[in-house]
């Protein structure tokens, strides 16, 4: 627990610092809140029930659709009696949210992977510039250096998943395959070239020449490669990648960055600009990652798509890294004063203990 505390003093420290807000929700959800966007592996991983009301209810996976819900009905508070939920949406937006939400997913537990961990989540939201998954990059690495580790230790690897969506869409593939293919996509490290192109071919069902275009995009070198494998239809996106690292240059975080255009996140709700939190040496799985989701509040509702970008940060892997690098603080258990007392003297005694105090 003393950790744990100190983690989060750090996580709570750093969102203040970069003037986020503290909100927080119940740990059951509506079954459906995941259901509807949040991609088919957390659906199947989610310990979901029946309560007593035969509600189909979750313990939450993730905090994100949590926090749209949140935000929702945050705007339809306030647009109550209007008639322009635009402009009474601009009243509400923008918001700076953070959260240190305790999480279940039944998954393989392994080093770094837990079943129930706790995350920090920092959001921005209603802001469509980059300027916001640039401010909460800098968030995430103020808070690596607030604990001790620097960009040789850590990096964190950037790329826009519209680029992949246009690509495919140049390519015939309709959007329902998308969320599929980022998903096989995501795991390129791991089985390699061959396999992710045989799954999509055999499971997705994408033309093998489609395929292999998939792969060759997202495993260019550089934002350069990047740029002419993509083509002339993400010619936007890529330059919003450009200038999220030149912005960075500014912002005294460009040393952390690397471009990976294999990055594009496991989860479907994913719309621009991804990241992952990673161990330079390799040891570890991802520490951490986030990206842009503009249109998963129009799912829920809203009158019209809201810009969102946030990250989510666990702790069972940054525990195993600072440990390893021997960055964790000594906390000591003990009690700093210590006052006998005579069973005459108990009175004076609780006096004593009560100034201390």
Same mark, same amino acid.
Request: glycine share 8%; hydrophobic share 40%.
């Given at each position: 627990?003393?950790?744990?505390?100190?983690?989060?003093?750090?996580?709570?420290?750093?969102?203040?610092?970069?003037?986020?807000?503290?909100?927080?929700?119940?740990?059951?959800?509506?079954?459906?809140?995941?259901?509807? /966007?949040?991609?088919?592996?957390?659906?199947?991983?989610?310990?979901?029930?029946?309560?007593?009301?035969? @509600?189909?209810?979750?313990?939450?996976?993730?905090?994100?659709?949590?926090?749209?819900?949140?935000?929702?009905?945050?705007?339809?508070?306030?647009?109550?009696?209007? @008639?322009?939920?635009?402009?009474?949406?601009?009243?509400?937006?923008?918001?700076?949210?953070?959260?240190?939400?305790?999480?279940?997913?039944?998954?393989?537990?392994?080093?770094?992977?837990?079943?129930?961990?706790?995350?920090?989540?920092?959001?921005?939201?209603?802001?469509?510039?980059?300027?916001?998954?640039?401010?909460?990059?800098?968030?995430?690495?103020?808070?690596?250096?607030?604990?001790?580790?620097?960009?040789?230790?850590?990096?964190?690897?950037?790329?826009?998943?519209?680029?992949?969506?246009?690509?495919?869409?140049?390519?015939?593939?309709?959007?329902?395959?998308?969320?599929?293919?980022?998903?096989?996509?995501?795991?390129?490290? /791991?089985?390699?070239?061959?396999?992710?192109?045989?799954?999509?071919?055999?499971?997705?069902?994408?033309?093998?020449?489609?395929?292999?275009?998939?792969?060759?995009?997202?495993?260019?070198?550089?934002?350069?490669?990047?740029?002419?494998?993509?083509?002339?239809?993400?010619?936007?996106?890529?330059?919003?990648?450009?200038?999220?690292?030149?912005?960075?240059?500014?912002?005294?975080?460009?040393?952390?960055?690397?471009?990976?255009?294999?990055?594009?996140?496991?989860?479907?709700?994913?719309?621009?600009?991804?990241?992952?939190?990673?161990?330079?040496?390799?040891?570890?799985?991802?520490?951490?990652?986030?990206?842009?989701?503009?249109?998963?509040?129009?799912?829920?509702?809203?009158?019209?798509?809201?810009?969102?970008?946030?990250?989510?940060?666990?702790?069972?892997?940054?525990?195993?890294?600072?440990?390893?690098?021997?960055?964790?603080?000594?906390?000591?258990?003990?009690?700093?004063?210590?006052?006998?007392?005579?069973?005459?003297?108990?009175?004076?005694?609780?006096?004593?203990?009560?100034?201390?105090?």
């Amino acid at each position: 627990m003393r950790i744990r505390n100190w983690l989060f003093r750090q996580w709570r420290s750093v969102s203040t610092q970069y003037g986020f807000s503290e909100y927080d929700a119940p740990v059951l959800e509506n079954e459906d809140l995941y259901k509807r /966007k949040a991609g088919e592996e957390i659906v199947e991983q989610m310990y979901n029930f029946v309560d007593k009301e035969d @509600h189909r209810v979750t313990l939450r996976p993730e905090m994100t659709p949590t926090l749209a819900r949140m935000v929702l009905s945050r705007v339809r508070m306030s647009a109550e009696g209007s @008639h322009n939920a635009t402009a009474q949406m601009a009243e509400v937006l923008p918001l700076k949210w953070f959260s240190i939400p305790q999480c279940w997913r039944f998954e393989t537990t392994q080093r770094g992977r837990k079943r129930e961990h706790y995350q920090w989540n920092c959001d921005i939201v209603g802001i469509s510039d980059i300027t916001a998954e640039l401010e909460l990059l800098a968030t995430m690495v103020g808070f690596f250096k607030r604990v001790g580790l620097t960009s040789a230790d850590v990096g964190i690897k950037v790329n826009s998943r519209a680029i992949l969506q246009s690509v495919l869409k140049a390519s015939g593939v309709g959007a329902d395959e998308f969320a599929k293919v980022c998903v096989v996509v995501d795991k390129i490290d /791991k089985v390699g070239r061959e396999e992710v192109v045989r799954q999509m071919v055999e499971d997705i069902t994408l033309q093998i020449g489609v395929a292999e275009r998939v792969v060759d995009v997202t495993t260019a070198a550089s934002i350069e490669e990047f740029k002419t494998l993509a083509g002339e239809n993400c010619t936007e996106d890529v330059a919003d990648v450009e200038r999220l690292f030149e912005f960075a240059k500014n912002y005294g975080i460009a040393d952390w960055l690397v471009f990976d255009a294999s990055v594009v996140r496991g989860l479907a709700y994913y719309t621009g600009i991804v990241w992952e939190a990673f161990d330079r040496k390799g040891e570890l799985r991802a520490i951490a990652g986030g990206g842009r989701y503009d249109r998963l509040l129009s799912l829920y509702g809203a009158p019209s798509e809201i810009p969102c970008v946030g990250f989510g940060f666990g702790d069972c892997v940054i525990y195993e890294l600072l440990l390893e690098r021997g960055l964790l603080p000594d906390i000591p258990h003990r009690v700093d004063f210590v006052v006998a007392a005579y069973k005459g003297m108990y009175g004076q005694a609780l006096e004593v203990a009560a100034g201390l105090r």
